[in-house]
């Protein structure tokens, strides 16, 4: 029996195995049933769950204890695995014909059809996508069999986590198996390069430079960061999910017209957990309110959300979809 973000809190040692055949094998079989695994990359230990899977992609921000949902990293083991899951575009390829495996992540539009969860990418119409350059996490993605979500492997607002015992400390039994890689030779997140917007946009330096970037793009990226008015924080850079619709928070009546977006026991048009569970929720959040922003509906009524755990994250992406439109 192993333990995934469902295990007992009595559990506080995480199970750290060096990177073998069969751990490697058995970090696979975890990852397809929907449990969390860490595993070393080239810059920093990820933890990992499936990307298609909406509840195990709650589990990593449950885990994290993200007090927001920020769109996370996919990971995949060769490049044609990119296929069906985002669009490429010419610069698209030539980067990655030039980058990957290695420490650059392109952030590209999401295709229509794309099976990564809607949780992965924050609900976002684009993705996160990077090949990494660690023998031992493209075989554990091969032996999954599908795309592999994964932010970093610490608490969030603790450091980057560079050898398997740091993943320990910061994580202890809230990962059901650590996988053992050795450090990571980069030891800083990699590159984050923007191509779903005109000019390509540089929104978190990295392991490759702005200039290696140039020298293949064939003009400089956009660097918001060196922007005084611009936000410090990368994460902030990402733009977030905006339903169409008026979205009304809080809300202990129905209107006519409006949508319901239910918590708990009650009547609602859907219901994010009839059973106020708040990881079910998290994993319904961007795919229930993209099927209620709809033209049947005036608006979303959305029910009140307790503000503990995962409701703190689920609050904030619904009080951002609330907000005033510029
Ligand atoms: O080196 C790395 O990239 C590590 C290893 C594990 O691969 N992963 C990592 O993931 O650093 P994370 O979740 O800690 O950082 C993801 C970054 C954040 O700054 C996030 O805002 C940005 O990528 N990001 C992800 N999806 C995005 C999107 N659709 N649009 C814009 N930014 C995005
Ligand atoms: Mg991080």
Request: glycine share 10%; with cysteine.
């Amino acid at each position: 029996m192993f333990y995934g973000a469902g295990m007992s809190p009595l559990q506080t040692h995480a199970r750290i195995e060096p990177a073998t055949d069969s751990t490697i094998a058995l970090a696979g079989d975890l990852l397809r049933h929907g449990q969390l695994v860490a595993f070393p990359t080239e810059t920093v230990y990820g933890l990992g769950a499936d990307a298609t899977d909406d509840r195990a992609v709650a589990a990593i921000y449950a885990a994290k204890g993200r007090p927001s949902f920020n769109p996370l990293i996919v990971h995949v083991a060769d490049a044609q695995d990119c296929a069906g899951l985002v669009r490429l575009d010419d610069r698209a390829r030539r980067v990655m014909a030039r980058f990957w495996p290695g420490p650059l992540t392109l952030v590209l539009p999401r295709t229509d059809n794309s099976p990564v969860s809607l949780l992965a990418s924050a609900g976002l119409d684009t993705l996160a996508i990077r090949m990494p350059d660690h023998p031992v996490a493209r075989a554990i993605i091969r032996a999954a069999g599908r795309p592999v979500a994964a932010p970093s492997a610490n608490r969030s607002g603790a450091v980057s986590p560079t050898l398997a015992e740091h993943v320990a400390e910061s994580l202890g039994g809230r990962v059901g198996l650590i996988v053992d890689g050795g450090p990571c030779r980069v030891g800083v997140e990699s590159t984050v390069l923007d191509l779903s917007t005109p000019r390509p946009t540089l929104l978190r330096p990295g392991g490759v430079t702005a200039e290696q970037l140039e020298a293949v793009l064939g003009e400089p990226p956009v660097c918001p960061h060196q922007d005084a008015q611009a936000p410090k924080s990368p994460g902030m850079l990402a733009s977030h999910y905006a339903p169409g619709l008026p979205v009304r928070l809080d809300a202990v009546t129905w209107q006519p017209g409006e949508a319901l977006l239910g918590f708990g026991a009650m009547d609602a048009t859907l219901n994010l957990s009839p059973a106020g569970d708040l990881e079910e929720a998290a994993a319904n959040l961007f795919a229930f309110l993209r099927r209620l922003d709809d033209s049947r509906f005036t608006g979303i009524a959305v029910a009140p959300i307790p503000e503990t755990g995962l409701g703190a994250a689920i609050n904030d992406r619904l009080r951002r979809a609330a907000a005033p439109r510029s």
